[in-house]
């Protein structure tokens, strides 16, 4: 906690609010509710590794509730999948919630690394197996595209409820277990199996998180897992990164955002994996 760092707190709080801002940007930029930024950020801060899953939980609210914000003025959102996720993972996430409990913090930080790294190869390799090498001719033959044509997601095939459920189920779990938002596992399948475009998926997962992060954060505090010291500032960190980071999406091409999502993503579990794992010796 805050009070057992020692001598005045003002920078770790102060530190503690630009880290918010980091994942605010990058809970709208990438659809991955943030935490996989402030959940290391906050360990380095001297939080244990069980306050560092539960205190990054409140944040993930405000963040996903300020770039859906945006997301949805630009007409990004596909709410069937969206909404789908985020009803089944809310019943899942308490179920991810209690099993923390039961797990060393350690292990838990590892697989945060272990997860973080899948997520950022996968979208990276999806990206390049659905790039077109072929230029579009009728692209090519329109002199003056619409602007619009780049904010409105493309048309997608809709998707079964029973495959969009459980994968909601899976991003649920995994966001109460590790205090991630969820994105992580949402949007490599997304844009992957489910073939939706990134910057979609992007949005309909940060519309997911938000549904789902509010049981996880309720089992998280009657569990005792949030340090608020550490919570407030993020809260109050992401809600303009958030903006910033929707803005910087909606305003990028889904090749640019799928390379600083894989991109981000691998480096912050190499070195997360990397130093908790030194921990155990």
Not at 55 to 84: H, M, N
Not at 181 to 191: A, D
Not at 219 to 232: C, E, K, P
Request: no cysteine; aromatic share 6%; charged share 10%.
């Amino acid at each position: 906690m805050l009070s057992q760092i020692g001598g005045p707190d003002w920078w770790v709080y102060l530190l503690t609010f630009l880290v918010g801002v980091g994942a605010g940007v990058l809970s709208a930029l990438l659809g991955v509710g943030g935490a996989v930024v402030t959940t290391p950020a906050i360990r380095v801060l001297g939080a244990t590794p069980i306050l560092a899953v539960g205190s990054t939980v409140p944040a993930i609210l405000p963040a996903a509730i300020s770039g859906t914000w945006r997301y949805a003025k630009a007409g990004l959102v596909d709410w069937r999948a969206a909404l789908g996720l985020g009803i089944s993972g809310a019943v899942f996430a308490v179920g991810g919630a209690l099993t923390s409990s039961l797990i060393d913090g350690r292990i838990l930080m590892l697989l945060t690394a272990f997860l973080m790294f899948w997520s950022g190869i996968s979208v990276v390799r999806g990206g390049r197996s659905s790039a077109d090498p072929s230029p579009d001719p009728s692209a090519a033959s329109d002199p003056s595209p619409d602007p619009e044509d780049s904010l409105a997601p493309a048309l997608v095939p809709k998707h079964s409820l029973p495959v969009i459920g459980s994968l909601g189920a899976a991003s649920g779990f995994v966001a109460g277990l590790l205090g991630l938002g969820g994105g992580i596992i949402m949007v490599p399948v997304l844009t992957g199996p489910l073939k939706i475009p990134m910057k979609s998926a992007v949005a309909s997962s940060l519309v997911a998180v938000a549904i789902f992060s509010i049981p996880a954060l309720i089992t998280h505090i009657i569990l005792g897992h949030v340090d608020w010291g550490f919570a407030l500032p993020l809260m109050l960190g992401v809600i303009p990164g958030a903006q910033i980071g929707a803005r910087i999406t909606i305003g990028s091409s889904d090749r640019l955002i799928r390379l600083l999502f894989g991109a981000l993503i691998i480096v912050l579990a190499l070195v997360y994996g990397i130093s908790e794992a030194l921990a155990f010796f």
